[in-house]
């Protein structure tokens, strides 16, 4: 009898595995040489090998089922790493990227699990440097809200002709129904060459139902219109904090095809913030970048961005003056330089 049930057993895990329509594995390993000039809080610089300069370092597994009558079950896990070191990013996640599993159909896709806002998947739309690479001055914006979100039920479909999505990610805090939890929505409408899209976050970062740090909410509104090889952008983000402190932020940019191997893009971005005591600061971004294609799976590219504060901006509430290698600086300029390899399997 025992065996018989273990045999059963195994049968269905393998006509399980063999069900599925699609896995996929995939990966990018991004590497990069970096020089930072005011680096630290009394202006030393920093040389550096560092990983996702321009995408995150990962490798990850995508599945698709068909369930017929046009229902569908996907996954997807995907694990963030350093290849400078061999450790893992996030943290140090198994999975910290994304980690989640649905459903799909006519009625639109349901997901659940570890996923990215509605900020972080609006900015992927309107900015054309993602505002996610270690060279860039603009990645102190991913830190005026959470671009990832655990425990969370995301839900999307087309309606009309608009890309809908909303989120409400699960605090998961015993004793509060607020405390630890996300809510956003997101929408986008292409029309031709153009595409426009708005977005709304609420973040509330109470680590527990007896503490009161108070939330963050992101409104965005961008656009990114196409001719012949150049592509713009435009993106707007005002973000408030319960405790007063506040930031704008507003980003111009382009990607230029000059021939089917070389791109050129370039952004601009002014962030004006107001602290807690009314402290008003500022900061100008100006990042180019030229990439080079050597194959379907390999590029190589440098990057160079300048920034400039004044004083007000150093002095903000908000975790303004962060950047993603280097320690918040007092300094009023700071120039960064990249020379990498990207690699996509």
Not at 133 to 162: D, P
Not at 271 to 288: C, E, I, M, P, Y
């Amino acid at each position: 009898m025992k065996k018989t049930f273990l045999m059963t057993a195994l049968a269905l895990s393998l006509g399980s595995a063999y069900a599925q329509s699609s896995v996929t594995l995939y990966g990018v390993i991004d590497i990069a040489y970096q020089h930072q000039t005011n680096a630290t809080a009394t202006g030393g610089s920093l040389n550096a090998v560092t990983s996702g300069s321009i995408s995150g370092s990962r490798y990850g597994f995508k599945g698709k089922e068909d369930l017929g009558g046009g229902l569908y079950s996907l996954f997807t896990l995907e694990a963030g790493f350093n290849p400078a070191d061999g450790s893992r990013g996030q943290g140090g996640l198994a999975f910290g990227r994304q980690a989640f599993v649905g459903l799909g159909g006519d009625f639109g896709q349901l997901t659940v699990g570890r996923q990215y806002t509605p900020l972080f998947e609006h900015y992927g739309n309107f900015d054309p440097l993602w505002g996610i690479s270690n060279v860039n001055e603009s990645g102190f914006y991913l830190y005026y809200g959470t671009f990832r979100q655990n425990n969370a039920v995301r839900y999307a479909k087309n309606i009309a002709g608009v890309n809908f999505a909303a989120m409400h990610g699960f605090g998961n805090v015993s004793g509060s129904t607020s405390a630890g939890q996300l809510n956003g929505l997101q929408a986008n409408y292409t029309a031709g060459p153009l595409l426009v899209g708005a977005a709304y976050q609420k973040f509330d970062v109470n680590a527990s139902a007896s503490t009161n740090l108070g939330s963050t909410s992101n409104a965005m509104i961008g656009a990114n219109y196409g001719f012949g090889p150049a592509r713009v952008f435009f993106n707007y983000m005002d973000t408030k904090l319960s405790t007063g402190a506040k930031s704008d932020i507003a980003t111009l940019g382009v990607n230029y095809e000059v021939t089917p191997l070389v791109g050129l893009v370039g952004a601009y971005y002014n962030d004006k913030t107001k602290s807690t005591t009314n402290v008003n600061g500022s900061r100008n971004t100006l990042a180019l970048g030229l990439t080079y294609t050597l194959s379907k799976r390999t590029m190589v590219y440098t990057y160079v961005d300048r920034s400039k504060q004044n004083s007000g901006y150093a002095a903000t509430a908000i975790s303004a003056g962060s950047d993603l290698f280097g320690a918040p600086s007092t300094q009023s300029t700071r120039s960064n330089l990249m020379l990498g390899v990207r690699h996509a399997f």
